[in-house]
């Protein structure tokens, strides 16, 4: 069965933490506090069975057309389930409602998954709105691994 994917509430704060969390452990992606999460909880998506989430993701709003997927995660017991491609399908679905021709990018060390889902890779000074905001703060902006995508699906 499919989990239904909705926006997240302030309920699911803790939860969404416990999820990404592993994740920031290993550094695959940035850490979140739950304070982070709560103010920009309007930007979460849950995938959810019943009450059990099992996923989540957010976006970052640049202004105008330029969004950023982030903290995309699933469980690690439902890994490979399908989970994260469902939301990042509906993610981008919300995307394209809120704004008209979106620009949609990723940084990411699982670049293999994002190309599998429709976004090709570009070089990471194509995005420089990111760097301002994320990279030059980085401990790693000098020998980042992660691999820049923008979403060229338009089907």
Known sequence: ???IIRNAIPGDIDTIHEILLPY?????ILARTKDDIAQSLHAFYVAAHNSHISGVISYYDYGDRLKEVRSLAVRKSM???GIGSLLLK?????LRALCPEPKIFVLTYSPVFFIKNGFVEVPRETLPEKIWKDCDHCKNRHNCGETALIFENNK
């Open 1 to 3: 069965m499919l989990p």
């Open 24 to 28: 920031a452990r290993e550094e695959l």
């Open 79 to 81: 890994a490979k389930s």
């Open 90 to 94: 509906h993610l981008i679905s919300e």
